[in-house]
């Protein structure tokens, strides 16, 4: 197959840009980084670690990458546990993001220039302190069941804010 055949030059379709999510845990924290307050988005905003993937990554490598940049933190694994898709009718661009739960072998991590790294409890996130999507996404993350994947949709609602829409699918076929 040639590399066209895959629609790539096709301008006229709706195209997305790639990004991480991972939710990281140990001992009943969750870490999250504050946004340092020089970063375009979300500056002092919870969230958390991740970024844009790059095009030589998979989506799990550019995961990794974000983590270890941003914490120090060499993960063992990663497991897929969301897909979110960021777009609007309105907007030919749009954001995919692949949000991934992990589990750290220590809270020993090391800062970085994106902003704070912070553990919170599982049972006082400080959802207030959060960006937008948070404070719905990571209860339906760390509920799923290890055979779920999540698929989320946000959207603009007619206010311009932000409707966030999620769906729990059960096993690897799709049921």
């Given at each position: 197959?040639?590399?066209?055949?895959?629609?790539?030059?096709?301008?006229?379709?709706?195209?997305?840009?790639?990004?991480?999510?991972?939710?990281?845990?140990?001992?009943?924290?969750?870490?999250?980084?504050?946004?340092?307050?020089?970063?375009?988005?979300?500056?002092?905003?919870?969230?958390?670690?991740?970024?844009?993937?790059?095009?030589?990554?998979?989506?799990?490598?550019?995961?990794?990458?974000?983590?270890?940049?941003?914490?120090?933190?060499?993960?063992?694994?990663?497991?897929?546990?969301?897909?979110?898709?960021?777009?609007?009718?309105?907007?030919?661009?749009?954001?995919?993001?692949?949000?991934?739960?992990?589990?750290?072998?220590?809270?020993?991590?090391?800062?970085?220039?994106?902003?704070?790294?912070?553990?919170?409890?599982?049972?006082?996130?400080?959802?207030?302190?959060?960006?937008?999507?948070?404070?719905?996404?990571?209860?339906?993350?760390?509920?799923?069941?290890?055979?779920?994947l999540l698929y989320g949709h946000y959207?603009?609602?007619?206010?311009?804010?932000?409707?966030?829409?999620?769906?729990?699918?059960?096993?690897?076929?799709?049921?």
């Amino acid at each position: 197959m040639r590399w066209q055949d895959q629609g790539t030059h096709l301008t006229d379709r709706h195209r997305v840009i790639p990004r991480a999510l991972c939710l990281i845990t140990h001992g009943g924290k969750l870490l999250l980084i504050r946004a340092a307050p020089h970063k375009r988005l979300w500056a002092g905003k919870l969230n958390g670690i991740g970024g844009h993937i790059e095009p030589d990554e998979t989506p799990l490598e550019g995961a990794l990458r974000e983590v270890s940049e941003e914490t120090g933190l060499q993960l063992p694994a990663l497991r897929l546990c969301g897909i979110i898709h960021v777009a609007d009718r309105r907007d030919p661009s749009g954001i995919m993001v692949f949000v991934y739960l992990g589990e750290a072998p220590t809270c020993e991590v090391t800062p970085s220039g994106e902003g704070t790294l912070e553990w919170h409890a599982l049972d006082a996130l400080p959802w207030d302190e959060m960006v937008a999507d948070m404070p719905s996404l990571v209860p339906q993350v760390l509920n799923l069941a290890p055979d779920e994947l999540l698929y989320g949709h946000y959207t603009q609602g007619e206010n311009g804010e932000v409707v966030f829409r999620y769906m729990a699918v059960r096993g690897l076929d799709g049921n």
